[in-house]
């Protein structure tokens, strides 16, 4: 008998600096001149050569069976031109290969903040309706390939999420 795939609905929270921190921070503008303190970017990039660039994706959607962590640094995404997009998370779990299920959680970010994922935070993503985004990243310069672990739904529980 096949294995039939279930698809789980995740409602997109408004992202907020309070409902993102499990997973992360969220980081919006400032001043000029403000000194830096808690509500910047607490970056762990110390373990290779930190790389930061621009990602061109296109199409991207709403769908995921995949979810990914990094445990070697934290990573910050952020879209250009104010471009809304979608991101789903789960909070790091120590040396276990597999994300809580219960725990993971979407998030709709808008186009005038970035964030940063802590140290193990599974995410999937940037998702977005808009044909194309550009992305800035700053992670390490070889984040995916030696720090790049990945669970698959499909292959675990037969499931695929759709972010709402």
């Not at 995740?10 to 503008?29: C, D, H, K, R, W």
């Not at 903040?113 to 985004?133: D, M, R, S």
Request: hydrophobic share 40%; net charge negative.
């Amino acid at each position: 008998m096949a294995n039939i795939k279930t698809i789980k609905q995740l409602s997109a929270q408004t992202i907020t600096l309070e409902n993102f921190q499990p997973y992360g921070q969220v980081i919006f503008p400032s001043k000029d001149g403000k000194l830096f303190d808690a509500e910047d970017a607490q970056l762990v990039l110390d373990k290779g050569i930190p790389r930061f660039y621009i990602m061109q994706l296109q199409g991207r959607g709403n769908k995921f069976h995949n979810i990914t962590r990094h445990a070697k640094c934290t990573q910050c995404l952020g879209s250009l031109a104010g471009k809304d997009w979608l991101m789903a998370v789960c909070p790091p779990n120590n040396n276990i290969d597999e994300p809580a299920l219960e725990n993971i959680a979407a998030f709709r970010i808008p186009g005038n903040c970035f964030i940063k994922l802590n140290v193990g935070t599974w995410h999937a993503g940037p998702y977005f309706e808009h044909e194309q985004v550009d992305f800035y990243n700053l992670e390490l310069s070889n984040t995916n390939e030696v720090d790049h672990f990945t669970h698959s739904f499909l292959k675990s529980h037969q499931l695929e999420f759709e972010i709402v």
